[in-house]
T-cell receptor, first 115, second 113 residues
Framework: TQLLEQSPQFLSIQEGENLTVYCNSS?????LQWYRQEPGEGPVLLVT?????EVKKLKRLTFQFGDARKDSSLHITAAQPGDTGLYLC???????????????FGQGTILTVHP | DAGVTQSPTHLIKTRGQQVTLRCSPK?????VSWYQQALGQGPQFIFQ???????QRGNFPDRFSGHQFPNYSSELNVNALLLGDSALYLC????????????FGPGTRLTVL
């Protein structure tokens, strides 16, 4: 079973600061997704990365997939209080090139952005 | 267009009891996956239903069972509840066999006393 490690576990910053959270694995990811979860809600998909070295941007969020597809990072520029939440990375189980939609999640990074 | 809905929102049970949680998928979706999320942890995959059959299962005991109905809605049943079953139970819906873009419901918070 793929184990995903996220770091840091907790992050508390002031509005306007930049931050990076990481997701690592001991083996190669087939494809990786990042989610954000707010209290009382389910996770919401932010991005899917598939190709090694891939970089995707979503407004102030930048997602990178490592060249070897064993790590990924999420960078937030000029964080805002609305960015507060639990950030989760997840791998989609892939058997023989077909995704069966079984997500394996990391333990998450709890981000708090203070006004 | 309604998203994924789950009921009930909160539930309190005692050890040994049985519970049934319900999920209605996003309109047009035919695949439902269930996850358990303990406090401070990421969700863990329980099982997935497609075409009314359990297609794959995570590392959960047989006390956890499910069902998918012809309208694609789904139920999660847990028998002989343990204190450790206290968690947020999330349902996610998706379209087709690949199921690689999943939409999560708000979850059911189960507390076992």
């Amino acid at each position: 079973t793929q184990l995903l490690e996220q770091s840091p576990q907790f992050l508390s910053i002031q509005e306007g600061e930049n931050l990076t959270v990481y997701c690592n694995s001991s083996s190669v990811f087939s494809s990786l997704q990042w989610y954000r979860q707010e209290p009382g809600e389910g996770p919401v998909l932010l991005v899917t990365v598939v190709t090694g070295g891939e970089v995707k941007k979503l407004k102030r969020l930048t997602f990178q997939f490592g060249d070897a597809r064993k790590d990924s990072s999420l960078h937030i520029t000029a964080a805002q209080p609305g960015d507060t939440g639990l950030y989760l990375c997840a791998e989609i189980a892939n058997a023989g090139g077909t995704s069966y939609g079984k997500l394996t999640f990391g333990q998450g990074t709890i981000l708090t952005v203070h006004p | 267009d309604a998203g994924v809905t789950q009921s009930p929102t909160h539930l309190i049970k005692t050890r040994g009891q049985q519970v049934t949680l319900r999920c209605s998928p996003k309109s047009g979706h035919d695949t439902v996956s269930w996850y358990q999320q303990a406090l401070g942890q990421g969700p863990q995959f329980i099982f997935q239903y497609y075409e009314e059959e359990e297609r794959q299962r995570g590392n959960f005991p047989d006390r956890f069972s499910g069902h998918q109905f012809p309208n694609y809605s789904s139920e999660l049943n847990v028998n002989a509840l343990l204190l450790g079953d206290s968690a947020l139970y999330l349902c996610a819906s998706s379209l087709g066999a690949r199921a690689d873009t999943q939409y999560f419901g708000p979850g059911t918070r189960l507390t076992v006393l």
